[in-house]
Structures are given as C-alpha cells and as structure tokens.
C-alpha cells in the first residue's frame, strides 16, 4: 500500500493511498490510513464521525477490491463541513442496493450502511473506464 499526504490545490488537508494486496490485510490498511488522516486534521472530528468515516473507508475498499478487479485508490479530503471519501477502482459499474443476503453469505449490507452514514454519494465514470465512488460524511 503506497501512501502520499498532501494538500490539494485548494489547499484541504487530503490523503490518497494506493490499495492493491490480498484482502483483509488491504481493507485493515485502508482503515488505519483513515483513522491517521483523521488524527492528522487541525479541526478534529468527534468520535462518531471517525467511526462512521472509518466504517465507509471499510466498504467501499472492500467493494472495490471484490468486484472490481483487486485494486483501488483511496482518497480522503477534509473540506470545512464534511470528509470526503473517494474511491477509484477500474470497474465501470455502479455500486447498487440489493437485499442483503441473511443465509448466503453473498454480502449486500455495504452500500445500505454507506448510504445511511453518509450526506451525499455520487460515482462518477473516470477517464480510464473505471469509476469514482464519493461519499460525503458531515464533520
């Protein structure tokens, strides 16, 4: 996992990481990015909102890495009323809400609970055929 901290051009504190080894270990690395960019932040965040930014880091890497080809970037931003968290991964496909499967083990409790934590998701197509999932979490 590659890591670069630095300010955007607009100056916001922002983190971009490179995900791309075997699961568990990419997805708990991802979270411990998460939680450091947040420690990092000027303006702290309260304890529920880096436990829900940390929560929607978890699924959206874990996402990514399962459906879209095992690889992914991670970008985190802090703007002034809320932490963007940006995932690009090389899948056209839109994540989509689905039952949640209870028995099977098949997953599709993800995408409900980034929604439920979130102020504002949006997947845009990227310039290389993949997509961004952004999600925007109140400070």
Do not use: Y
């Not at 932040?41 to 879209?68: C, F, I, K, Y």
């Not at 009323?81 to 997953?107: F, K, Q, Y």
């Amino acid at each position: 996992m590659n890591q670069t901290t630095s300010s955007t051009v607009t100056g916001l504190p922002a983190a971009t990481v490179v995900v791309s080894r075997a699961l568990p270990a990419a997805i708990a690395g991802a979270r411990d990015v998460a939680r450091a960019f947040l420690d990092s932040l000027q303006l702290a965040v309260g304890p529920d909102t880096a436990d829900s930014v940390v929560l929607v880091v978890s699924e959206l890497v874990t996402n990514a890495l399962r459906h879209a080809g095992g690889a992914c970037v991670l970008q985190l931003t802090a703007h002034p009323d809320t932490i963007e968290v940006a995932v690009r991964d090389s899948c056209p496909r839109a994540p989509r809400m689905r039952a949640p499967d209870l028995n099977g083990g098949t997953g599709g409790f993800g995408w409900p609970m980034v929604d439920r934590l979130t102020r504002n998701t949006t997947v845009t197509p990227d310039e290389t055929g993949g997509k961004f999932v952004r999600a925007f979490l109140p400070r």
